[in-house]
């Protein structure tokens, strides 16, 4: 049964498509899900308690209305007294499909963002002990905060270049986008062969060591070099 809706009469009024703005123009990115690799950075994977070596990848995913747009404030979340910045370099697709072959796959991605992914690390640690799923630490609201897209066409596939973090003017997070364990077309065929991978999906694609916990008040200011920065005041 096919249960996208073709007519207009929904039992209430459905939410707003997310989107994100394209920089340098009046156009929208209309996002579909969001799907962030875990420990996709050597040294974070150390400072997790884990083992480095290349393991397959792994993914989690973000409710698209979870995005905030850089310069917004993010709420101090709920039911945590431990919420960690993770600074990312995030891959928007405008295609998708099953199966994508390693050398066609950089060929979906229509642009680049620099993101964060927010996390109540003490709700994570919980459901890691427990065995549980990690949507409570991970998938909460305005957990993702992202810069506007950047179109491929006009910057290329960046593969090397500083991913960094700032709390109040003070080095949290460096490292460089060449040291991502899985590559940005890995980690695109490698979830085509999990997912049928949309037009609208973003992946956070991995963060370097250093992430900590922020408070109410904090500036977070993060980039990836020739993609852009990011900016959010944790309210």
Known sequence: ???????????FTPQ?????????????FPVHRI????????????????????EPPFFFQKNPDTLLLSGEEFPYPSQTSDVHHEIELV??????GTNIPLDSAMDH????????????????????KAGR????GKSFEWSAPCTPLVPASQIGHPNSGAIWCKVNGEQRQSGDLNQMIWKVQEMIS????????KAGDLIYAGTPA??????????????????????????
């Open 91 to 96: 891959v928007a697709l405008h295609k998708g």
């Open 190 to 197: 490698y979830l085509s062969g999990l997912f049928e991978l």
């Open 35 to 54: 799907y962030c690799v875990g420990r996709n950075f050597a040294e974070h994977a150390v400072e997790m308690g884990h083992d480095p070596d290349r």
């Open 133 to 136: 799923p990690w949507e409570t």
């Open 1 to 11: 049964m096919n249960v996208h809706a073709t007519q207009t009469n929904f039992v």
């Open 210 to 235: 250093g992430v900590g916990a922020v408070v109410r008040g904090d500036e977070i200011h993060g980039g990836v070099d020739g993609v852009g920065e990011i900016r959010v005041r944790v309210a």
């Open 16 to 28: 707003p498509t997310p989107t994100l703005p394209v920089a340098g123009s009046d156009a929208l």
């Open 109 to 128: 991605v229509f642009g680049y963002a620099v993101g964060l992914d927010m996390t109540r690390r003490d709700l994570q640690g919980e459901a890691k």
